[in-house]
């Protein structure tokens, strides 16, 4: 009988273990790439923290890594505007490139569709525009910084 091989594991190591450097290396906690039929998608989530005395100690983790961040703000200060958030995970760009103006600034009147900045995403450059028109509220990011799916970037009246 003939011998059958399994077939070839589809998975590239190397892809996924270049794709757990980009997070490491943005702080970004996931990060998913599509090639043809195969989809893969790198995540983790942080680190809990622990007091250095529960550190030392052998055992599962101290309920204290589930209570929640005690630096989240307060739900009730919602902005008087409407949010933009992010339609992917990235890093932003404030203005086309290094020197040059920014897109808009806090005070600025935008029309629906201009470009109120950018988001790298897998070395492409994605234009966020506005989704209406109004006045600049708030910019919410910092230049350079990595923004995950769904984080607020700035407010329009």
Not at 5 to 18: E, F, N, Q, S
Request: cysteine-free.
């Amino acid at each position: 009988m003939p011998e059958t091989k399994a077939p070839a594991d589809p998975i590239d190591a190397r892809l996924v273990r270049r794709l757990a450097a980009i997070l490491d290396a943005t702080g970004l906690t996931e990060i998913e790439v599509e090639r043809g039929d195969l989809r893969i998608r790198v995540a983790r989530s942080p680190a809990p923290t622990m007091l250095p005395a529960l550190a030392a100690q052998a055992g599962p983790a101290p309920v204290l890594a589930a209570a929640p961040p005690a630096a989240a703000p307060a739900p009730a200060a919602e902005p008087a505007g409407e949010l933009v958030k992010s339609p992917m995970v990235g890093t932003v760009y404030l203005q086309p490139s290094p020197g040059s103006p920014s897109f808009v600034r806090v005070g600025d009147v935008v029309i629906e569709g201009q470009t109120l900045l950018i988001i790298e995403a897998m070395k492409t450059m994605n234009p966020i525009p506005s989704p209406r028109a109004g006045r600049i509220l708030e910019i919410l990011v910092a230049d350079g910084q990595p923004v995950e799916f769904g984080e607020p970037l700035a407010v329009i009246e």
